[in-house]
C-alpha cells in the first residue's frame, strides 16, 4: 500500500519533468479511458489526479510521487477527436517524446477499456512500443461495466489479436476504479520492478 502520494509538477515537454533519478511508471492509453481514475485509486486519494467524464481532461505530463522513492505519471490521453487536429498532434508528440526519452521510464502501463474490441489506435500504439524496445504492460479497465464473461471474451480476443505480431504476451492486469480491483496486482508489479 503506498502510505504517501504527492503531486510534484505537471510538464509541457518530458525535459521539464523532475530530474530522472528515480524509477517511473507511466500510464497511458486513449482519452477517458480511466488513467487518472486508476492513479486515485491505486495512491488512496481520492482527487490527486483530476478526473472527468469529459475526454481530454489530462492535458499535461502529470508526476506523482509515491512513498518519497517512485515517481508515477498520468499522461494525456491519445486519439481524442474532438481536439483541433494542431493540439491533437502537440499531445501525441509530448506523449510519445516522453515515452521515448524519458530515461528513468521503467514501465509504461498502456490502458485499454475492458468493454471494447481491439481498437487500431491502441494496436498500433503498442506496435510503437515494440519498435522503440519501451516495456509495457496491459490494464483493462472499467471492469465493474461488464460481465465477467463478456470480460473472458474480450480478454480472449486481445490476447489471439496480439500474438498475430507479438511471440510473448506481455503482463496482463484488470482493474475498477470504482470497485478497487487491480491495486495490489499493479503495486505488486511495480513493487517487484522498483526491487531490480
Ligand atoms: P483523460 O484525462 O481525458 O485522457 O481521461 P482519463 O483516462 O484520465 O480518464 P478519467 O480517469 O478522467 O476517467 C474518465 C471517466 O471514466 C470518469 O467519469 C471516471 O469516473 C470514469 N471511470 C474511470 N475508471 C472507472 C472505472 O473503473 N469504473 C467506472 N465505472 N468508471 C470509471
Ligand atoms: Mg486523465
Redesign the pocket.
Known sequence: MIKKAEFVTSSQKYTDCPPPFKPEYA?I?????????????ISNKKAL???????????LINTFEMDDTWYLT????YG?AKVPKGVRGGFNKMIYDYIEFRKNLVNVFL?IDSRHKPQEIDLQFIQWLGKKGVPFSIVF?????ISSTEYQKNLNNYKTELLKTWEELPVIFS?????Q?GKLEILGYIDSLNEH
Not at 492509453?29 to 485509486?41: D, E, H, P, T
Not at 489526479?49 to 492535458?59: D, E, H, L, M, R
Not at 498520468?74 to 490521453?77: E, S, Y
Not at 482493474?175 to 470497485?179: E, K
Open positions: 500510464f492509453g486513449r482519452s477517458n479511458v480511466g488513467k487518472s481514475s486508476l492513479i486515485n485509486m489526479a483530476k478526473t472527468s467524464s469529459t475526454p481530454g481532461k489530462t492535458q498520468d499522461l494525456p490521453g481524442f490502458l479497465t472499467k471492469l465493474d461495466k482493474s475498477s476504479a470504482s470497485s480491483i
